[in-house]
């Protein structure tokens, strides 16, 4: 298996002032005040990651059903920018795209790593997605060049799994895309996968964004065995919400 990461992704990690992609820190939903400036001020958090939605035309951070916060975009970029983390744009709401990108390309780019995501592609047991993969991968190419993509499949709780279809769908639609990539993978459904999955770290340069709650301690252990952390980002949470720092626990 590719352990090592390609050389586009070093200015992240050394941004960052670690090794390896495994060894970045991140927060999940940092999507109101109290939470942002907490991460913020954790010495063990390098990267937020925030979700965009639209409500009643006002672009905020929420992650639906929720439909309320006490903080907009603007504001939640500036802060992450201003301490110097890197910033996750997880975007719920086709709508924010234009302004977001343009916003982050005015105020962070160049300041501070950067990187954007959506779910582009069904995956199990999840809805269809909103947003159109090529036109969100172009839009983001061409707007905020700096970062890179974060992109995944609709997932609940429930589904069978990634399986060679899905994952084969992504890669199609990555053939031409010259960005760097991140495929997301939720943690509950990468063991049964993974054999295809390594398939990909020896034929690209992409990283994996291992996401998502867990509850069994077996499959933090088979993770953390099995998963190269300099290939691998880990944005993983215990049911209770509490975060995983995979390689330093």
């Given at each position: 298996?590719?352990?090592?990461?390609?050389?586009?992704?070093?200015?992240?990690?050394?941004?960052?002032?670690?090794?390896?992609?495994?060894?970045?820190?991140?927060?999940?939903?940092?999507?109101?005040?109290?939470?942002?400036?907490?991460?913020?001020?954790?010495?063990?958090?390098?990267?937020?990651?925030?979700?965009?939605?639209?409500?009643?035309?006002?672009?905020?951070?929420?992650?639906?059903?929720?439909?309320?916060?006490?903080?907009?975009?603007?504001?939640?970029?500036?802060?992450?920018?201003?301490?110097?983390?890197?910033?996750?744009?997880?975007?719920?709401?086709?709508?924010?795209?234009?302004?977001?990108?343009?916003?982050?390309?005015?105020?962070?780019?160049?300041?501070?790593?950067?990187?954007?995501?959506?779910?582009?592609?069904?995956?199990?047991?999840?809805?269809?997605?909103?947003?159109?993969?090529?036109?969100?991968?172009?839009?983001?190419?061409?707007?905020?060049?700096?970062?890179?993509?974060?992109?995944?499949?609709?997932?609940?709780?429930?589904?069978?799994?990634?399986?060679?279809?899905?994952?084969?769908?992504?890669?199609?639609?990555?053939?031409?895309?010259?960005?760097?990539?991140?495929?997301?993978?939720?943690?509950?459904?990468?063991?049964?996968?993974?054999?295809?999955?390594?398939?990909?770290?020896?034929?690209?340069?992409?990283?994996?964004?291992?996401?998502?709650?867990?509850?069994?301690?077996?499959?933090?252990?088979?993770?953390?065995?099995?998963?190269?952390?300099?290939?691998?980002?880990?944005?993983?949470?215990?049911?209770?919400g509490t975060q995983i720092h995979l390689t330093s626990e």
């Amino acid at each position: 298996m590719a352990t090592a990461f390609a050389e586009r992704w070093r200015p992240i990690v050394e941004a960052l002032g670690v090794k390896r992609p495994g060894d970045i820190g991140w927060i999940h939903g940092a999507n109101n005040t109290q939470a942002l400036l907490g991460a913020l001020s954790d010495t063990n958090v390098h990267f937020i990651e925030g979700d965009i939605s639209v409500v009643d035309g006002e672009i905020i951070m929420a992650h639906p059903p929720v439909i309320e916060s006490d903080l907009g975009f603007e504001e939640w970029l500036d802060l992450t920018v201003d301490a110097g983390k890197g910033a996750k744009l997880d975007f719920k709401s086709p709508e924010a795209v234009t302004h977001c990108l343009n916003y982050a390309r005015q105020h962070a780019q160049g300041k501070i790593p950067l990187c954007v995501n959506a779910d582009i592609l069904e995956g199990p047991g999840g809805v269809k997605p909103v947003f159109k993969p090529e036109a969100f991968m172009g839009q983001c190419i061409r707007s905020l060049p700096q970062a890179f993509l974060s992109l995944g499949w609709t997932v609940e709780e429930g589904g069978l799994g990634y399986t060679k279809e899905t994952v084969d769908e992504m890669l199609t639609l990555l053939v031409e895309v010259e960005a760097a990539v991140s495929l997301c993978f939720h943690a509950g459904y990468l063991r049964n996968a993974w054999a295809r999955l390594e398939e990909i770290l020896e034929e690209t340069d992409y990283t994996f964004t291992i996401w998502g709650r867990i509850e069994d301690q077996g499959l933090l252990s088979w993770i953390r065995a099995n998963t190269p952390p300099g290939r691998c980002f880990y944005d993983i949470q215990w049911k209770d919400g509490t975060q995983i720092h995979l390689t330093s626990e």
